[in-house]
């Protein structure tokens, strides 16, 4: 069984950082690009940030360029997302999300097989 388990999420002023983790369990890590996504209510699941299956490339929304750095660690089957800068239109519950197709760079979420339960991230202006 698949899970995808985020963790790292909480209250933050304007300006702070938060570090978010995700673990994999139930698949082979290294045979899927991974990516975060996040999601207010009321609006559609947004794409945040990607990385290739073996860590060497990673892309970003526009939005967050700069600010947000994802890396991941596949020996401890671990994908994570830096914050830093934050700012309030940066709430929202943020998900992980695995993509098994082989060279594939995707922003759409239902091009991902797999999800995590999501973990809230808040910054308080």
């Known amino acids: 069984q698949v899970q995808l388990v985020e963790s790292g999420g909480g209250l933050v002023q304007a300006g702070g950082s938060l570090r978010l983790s995700c673990a994999a369990s139930g698949l082979f890590f290294s045979r899927y690009a991974m990516a975060w996504f996040r999601q207010v209510p009321g609006k559609e699941r947004e794409f945040v940030a990607g990385?290739?299956?073996?860590?060497?490339?990673?892309y970003y929304a526009d939005s967050v360029k700069g600010r947000f750095t994802i890396s991941r660690d596949n020996a401890k089957n671990t994908v994570y997302l830096q914050m830093n800068s934050l700012k309030p239109e940066d709430t929202a519950i943020y998900y992980c999300?695995?993509?098994?197709?082989?060279?594939?760079?995707?922003?759409?979420?239902?091009?991902?097989?797999?999800w995590g339960q999501g973990t809230q991230v808040t910054v308080s202006s």
């Open positions: 999300a695995a993509d098994e197709a082989v060279f594939r760079r995707t922003y759409y979420a239902r091009d991902y097989d797999y």
């Open positions: 990385v290739t299956r073996s860590g060497t490339g990673t």
